[in-house]
């Protein structure tokens, strides 16, 4: 048995933002994301993804259609706000049962539903189902350096109202050495570092610069 684990909400938004060219989330034996709370709860609001734990007449956990266990490498469970691993509850229960055939650790979402929806409510879903291409085409958000404080992200994803919007990006930080007037259509203050996109670009030169431009901006969050 592989046993369970915490998950921060923050680690499930990074997950759920793993990309390579496509999302990593159309791979068949990447994620399963399993609610456990009741049908009802599942059906009026759920994580992006999620499929809603099944129960047979004697108890026992029915697997996922599709979903080899044994073979994911991420599976994360959540209710609605477990915040501990002892005692009982819809999520350990649920992740017990998955151990069983795991090869990895199953994880279980901290704070439940309730915690990772108030920090991420763009990622709040009635959806159940998904074509490949639908997940292929799924667009990522930045990775979450510092949670809610600074995020690590692509040219396309700073330039996109809807990636600000949500995660109230109020400073961006341009290293390239394109200074594209793209970035001065919104209200954001810019910090243009021109590197070259090479291995042997001096990047570190320009740490200090960036660090005190972090820093000044307190408790807004920056890309």
Same mark, same amino acid.
């Given at each position: 048995?592989?046993? &369970? ?8 938004? #990074?997950?759920? #933002?793993?990309?390579?060219? /496509? ?5 068949? #034996? ?16 759920? !994580? ?36 501990? /691993? ?21 994880? !279980? ?18 959806? !159940? ?5 639908? /997940? ?10 510092? =949670?809610?404080?600074?995020? /690590?992200? +692509? ?5 996109? =109202? ?11 930080? #341009? ?13 954001? &203050?810019?910090?243009?570092? +021109? ?14 610069? !960036? ?9 807004? =969050?920056?890309?």
């Amino acid at each position: 048995m592989a046993g &369970t684990t915490f998950c921060e909400a923050s680690e499930l938004y #990074n997950i759920l #933002n793993q990309y390579t060219r /496509l999302s990593r989330l159309a791979e068949f #034996n990447f994620l399963c994301l399993i609610d456990a709370r009741a049908k009802g709860q599942y059906n009026a609001s759920h !994580i992006i993804t999620a499929r809603n734990a099944k129960w047979d007449s004697k108890g026992k956990l029915i697997m996922p259609v599709g979903v080899e266990v044994e073979s994911m490498r991420y599976i994360v469970v959540y209710d609605s706000s477990t915040s501990s /691993l002892q005692g009982s509850g819809e999520a350990i229960e649920c992740a017990e049962a998955l151990t069983k055939s795991s090869r990895y650790p199953v994880q !279980i979402l901290k704070g439940g539903y309730q915690r990772f929806s108030a920090f991420y409510p763009f990622f709040r879903t009635q959806k !159940i189902l998904y074509t490949i291409k639908e /997940l292929e085409s799924l667009r990522p958000y930045p990775v979450e350096l510092l =949670p809610g404080q600074l995020y /690590l992200g +692509n040219y396309k994803q700073a330039i996109n =109202p809807h990636v600000l919007k949500d995660l109230k990006l109020s400073a961006l930080v #341009n290293v390239s050495e394109d200074s594209c007037h793209m970035f001065e259509k919104g209200n954001h &203050t810019i910090l243009h570092i +021109n590197v070259s996109d090479s291995v042997e670009a001096d990047l570190y030169s320009s740490f200090e610069r !960036i660090c005190v431009f972090i820093g000044g901006l307190g408790a807004c =969050p920056a890309m």
